[in-house]
């Protein structure tokens, strides 16, 4: 990171405990080395084991990731950054309208049999990452599964993040997969309307499609991290750490240019 990068970073990390009083042991290590770290093998698409000299060790970087991920830091640390970036572009921190939409992509050797399957639509063997974007393409929530998982019955689970976290959002746009009763379930129960944005009948090859385009934009952006190319990750919620963090990259940079 830059100085005026980390600048906009530190002000959007989570606190520790030990700073506020409440009890636990002080970290012995800096944290914009931990946060560059990551942020490296995210976007380099490296194994941890090979980490460069230059950083922490190895297993000292992959336990203040596993400590984010598990106590919810990693995701507090996102939702303040996509909050300023919602403020710097003169909208409310809080969003009412969202696109959902999913994107699957192969799975490595280690990605164990019960979290991948078989996505007969994209003749993909491996993992679907379903995610929902606010309308400048920021991430709001994001789920992992099975390739084989289809978007509805995923979508629901999705949703019901949504709401928990974003109460204010009162429309989703979809694609066709999303149709049935999901969207009777949406409007009963969480009074969101999902509107499904479908391609017209007479068009051929690539369109770009209202508000579909959005979603699409966020995944682009995703997979200039080389760790997204495929998921190499055993754990769903470690894939989902990993998208937070590429986004967050995305968010900080924004930010860091916007301060010059």
Not at 34 to 56: H, K, N, S
Request: glycine content about 8%; hydrophobic content about 45%.
């Amino acid at each position: 990171m830059s100085d005026a990068e980390w600048v906009v970073v530190r002000d959007a990390m989570p606190v520790p405990g030990w700073l506020e009083g409440r009890g636990g042991q002080p970290e012995s290590y800096c944290h914009r080395q931990m946060v560059d770290a990551v942020r490296y093998l995210v976007a380099g698409g490296i194994t941890w084991r090979a980490m460069p000299a230059d950083f922490p060790a190895w297993d000292r970087v992959y336990a203040f990731f596993r400590r984010w991920r598990d106590k919810g830091l990693t995701a507090e640390f996102h939702d303040r950054l996509r909050d300023r970036v919602r403020q710097a572009a003169g909208r409310d921190a809080e969003p009412t309208a969202a696109v959902i939409d999913a994107q699957s992509v192969k799975a490595a050797a280690s990605v164990p049999a019960a979290t991948r399957g078989f996505d007969g639509g994209k003749k993909v063997n491996g993992r679907k990452r379903h995610i929902v974007v606010d309308t400048l393409g920021l991430l709001l929530a994001v789920m992992v599964t099975a390739a084989s998982a289809t978007d509805r019955d995923a979508g629901r689970t999705l949703l019901a993040r949504l709401r928990e976290r974003h109460w204010r959002v009162t429309r989703v746009w979809a694609d066709g997969g999303y149709t049935g009763r999901l969207v009777d379930f949406a409007r009963d129960a969480w009074r969101i309307a999902l509107t499904v944005v479908r391609r017209s009948d007479g068009t051929s090859g690539f369109t770009v499609l209202p508000k579909r385009w959005l979603v699409e934009r966020t995944f682009a952006w995703l997979m200039h991290s080389r760790r997204l190319a495929r998921d190499y990750e055993t754990r769903t919620d470690t894939s989902e750490a990993v998208i937070k963090w590429a986004m967050s990259t995305v968010m900080s940079r924004r930010l860091a240019r916007r301060a010059r």
